[in-house]
Structures are given as structure tokens and as C-alpha cells.
């Protein structure tokens, strides 16, 4: 009886593993350039995704606001041991762009400037194209995001994907994908991010005025998904920001070493409910059945 029970109490850790994987914190970047050695960086925390789609603020951070000049923020993305890496690229020529990366320990070392290391990676891209985010998936991989502005309505993006930052950082492509090209007027590309559940978010941003910029977040649930264009579901973020300041990408928590902001994991669904208490019933009759040893 004990043996039967062992499934369903290990599908039940398994659910609430995953759902609380679901409750990831996530990070909103915004920047303000305010001189060419100066931006000013804005992070607003949100306890899950959907806190961040109704704009249920959890706090806002204020990170470094000191680069090298000529240098602009593309993304913030941390990775599965909890580290967090801020990605600044600086045009040098029109095929040319030269990439610096700020390693921390974890959010808070990001926010206190307390940085770890320092890399550079590969600098020579298409012409044309320019770097608009780098993604870290669940895995270890790395995924470096470009666009194209083709038309209006028409951005060209590519993909280059590596097994590991350090291969990113040694220019060690495994592979290249072209992903979906066509989107609303006016909208540019913002950032791609991965959630613990594998999933993947396209951030575009559309600039209304000094203080309002519409973001859209087209939701797939796999990268491969990402790539074939086969959409899950669009989400319409909050658009009201301070004068003068501009997104610079969206970072789910991806680390085990990340404070939960949902310690409880989120509500279990009925079926796990059920699971539960199936589970528990199971094995508390075979432990009332069983007999001491004479």
C-alpha cells in the first residue's frame, strides 16, 4: 500500500514544484539616458507574471547609473544559479558592436553594485542589425537577440543560441534561428526572456508620448514555439512610465538561489487537491496497518 501511495505524493511535489515555478518573480528594466557616461536605471518587481500584466507593483529598485561612454543597457537576465547579468552595447560601426557584460551574485548585488566580473562578448553582426536582448533559459543556455528594422510593420529577428555564457562569451554559436518577423506598426522589440517553466516572452514597446509606452508581450511555450511563430497568447502590459525613461527588457527569476516572492507556490488546482489528499489518505492506511514485529 505504502508503494501505491509513493506515486501520487510524488506527482502532488511535482505540481506544486511547477506551480510555484509559475509564482517567479519578474523584473521590468527601464533606463534614462541622462549624459554619455550616465543612465539612470529603474527595476520594477512584480511577484509573478500576472502581477506584472495588471501592474500589481511589489517595489521598485534603482540599480548603477554609471557606464562607459557611448555604452547603452539592452537587457538584465539571470540565469538558473540565481546570478544576474546587465548586457550594454555600443555601436561602433555599422557591422560592428561592441558587447560588455555586468556579472552579479544576485539581484541584490545588481541593485547595490556590487558586481562579480566582467565579460565581452563577440562584436561583429550583420549589417544593419543591432543587439536588442540576451536570454538565459532553465537549462544553462543562452539565447542573444538582434532586429532589423525592415519596414513599419516588419522586424527581421535573429537568434544566436549557446550551449553556456561561457561559449556566448567565447563567440561559441550552436546554432541560429530566424524567429517571427512581422509586427503592429510602430512597435519595436524590446527583449526575449524565459520563465522557469520553459516558457518564452517577446517584449515589444511602442513609444505614445514622453510618459506613456505601450508594451505588448507575445507568450509561446517553447523556444522552438518561439522561433515557429506559434503564439499562445498576447498580454498587454502597464503603459504609464516616469518622462524620458524607456524599456530596457523583462527577466523572469530564474535561480533557486532567488528569494520566492510566493513562498506558498500559488493556490493548488482541484486536481491537486484531490492528488493530495489521495496521496496522504493512502499512506496513512499503511501505516495503520502495519503490525509490530513480535
Excluded at 38 to 62: K, M, R, T
Excluded at 155 to 167: E, G, I, K, T
Aim: glycine share 8%; aromatic share 10%.
Amino acid at each position: 500500500m505504502m508503494k501505491q501511495a509513493l506515486p501520487a505524493i510524488a506527482a502532488v511535489a511535482a505540481l506544486s514544484h511547477a506551480a510555484a515555478s509559475h509564482a517567479s518573480g519578474v523584473h521590468l528594466l527601464m533606463q534614462k539616458v541622462v549624459s554619455s557616461d550616465v543612465v539612470q536605471l529603474q527595476v520594477n518587481n512584480y511577484a509573478s507574471f500576472d502581477d506584472f500584466v495588471d501592474d500589481n507593483l511589489a517595489s521598485h529598485s534603482f540599480a548603477p547609473t554609471h557606464f562607459s561612454a557611448g555604452f547603452s543597457v539592452v537587457e538584465l537576465t539571470s540565469d538558473p544559479t540565481g546570478g544576474y547579468h546587465l548586457l550594454m552595447q555600443k555601436v561602433v560601426s555599422g557591422d560592428v558592436v561592441q558587447l560588455q557584460v555586468n556579472n552579479y551574485a544576485s539581484f541584490d548585488d545588481f541593485v547595490d553594485d556590487k558586481r562579480a566580473s566582467l565579460s565581452f562578448a563577440p562584436t561583429h553582426y550583420s549589417a544593419g542589425f543591432s543587439v536588442v536582448g540576451l536570454s538565459s533559459d532553465p537549462t544553462g543556455g543562452y539565447h542573444l537577440l538582434m532586429q532589423k528594422v525592415v519596414s513599419s510593420d516588419v522586424v527581421q529577428l535573429q537568434v544566436n543560441n549557446y550551449a553556456s555564457f561561457n561559449d556566448f562569451v567565447d563567440d561559441k554559436r550552436a546554432s541560429l534561428s530566424f524567429a517571427p518577423t512581422h509586427f503592429s506598426a510602430g512597435f519595436s522589440v524590446a527583449g526575449l526572456s524565459a520563465d522557469p517553466t520553459g516558457g518564452y516572452h517577446l517584449l515589444m514597446q511602442k513609444v505614445v508620448s514622453s510618459d506613456v509606452v505601450q508594451l505588448q508581450v507575445n507568450n509561446y511555450a517553447s523556444f522552438d514555439d518561439f522561433v515557429d511563430d506559434n503564439l499562445v497568447s498576447r498580454s498587454f502590459a502597464p503603459t504609464h512610465f516616469s518622462p524620458g525613461f524607456s524599456v530596457a527588457g523583462l527577466t523572469f527569476d530564474l535561480g533557486d538561489g532567488q528569494t520566492d516572492p510566493d513562498p506558498m507556490g500559488g493556490v493548488p488546482e482541484p486536481g491537486t487537491w484531490g492528488l493530495l489528499i489521495t496521496g496522504f489518505g493512502m499512506a496513512g492506511a499503511a501505516i495503520r496497518r502495519r503490525r509490530p514485529c513480535a
